[in-house]
């Protein structure tokens, strides 16, 4: 059974960085192209980063490049995303989410991908 895991979340000062992780099992994660996501109360889910299933190619909301690196071990299963300088406007809920294509696209909604984690919360205070 496919299952996607995420981890890392927390609370933090703003200017600070956190790391999470996203564990693939049941998938054969080279194959999978991966996004992050997140929602803040009150607000619609959005695309933060995503990544090709061989992670030599990614792509940034405007709001998070620069700040922001999406990574990926396929050795490992795991999908990364480095958040640096962060600011309050950055807390929300962080789901990640694989698609089986070589690519994931800017444009690809929520419910478009298959397999979709349960969410880590990052809560950022000034």
């Known amino acids: 059974q496919a299952q996607l895991v995420e981890s890392g979340g927390g609370s933090v000062q703003a200017g600070g960085s956190l790391r999470l992780s996203c564990t693939a099992s049941g998938l054969s994660f080279n194959l999978i192209c991966m996004t992050w996501f997140r929602q803040a109360p009150g607000k619609e889910r959005q695309v933060v980063a995503t990544?090709?299933?061989?992670?030599?190619?990614?792509n940034y909301a405007d709001s998070v490049l620069g700040r922001f690196t999406i990574a990926r071990d396929n050795a490992k299963s795991t999908l990364y995303l480095q958040m640096d300088s962060l600011k309050p406007e950055d807390t929300a809920m962080y789901y990640c989410a694989a698609h089986p294509w070589s690519v994931c696209y800017m444009t690809w909604a929520w419910n478009h991908y298959p397999h979709r984690g349960q969410g880590t919360q990052v809560t950022v205070s000034s």
């Open positions: 990544i090709d299933t061989s992670g030599s190619s990614t």
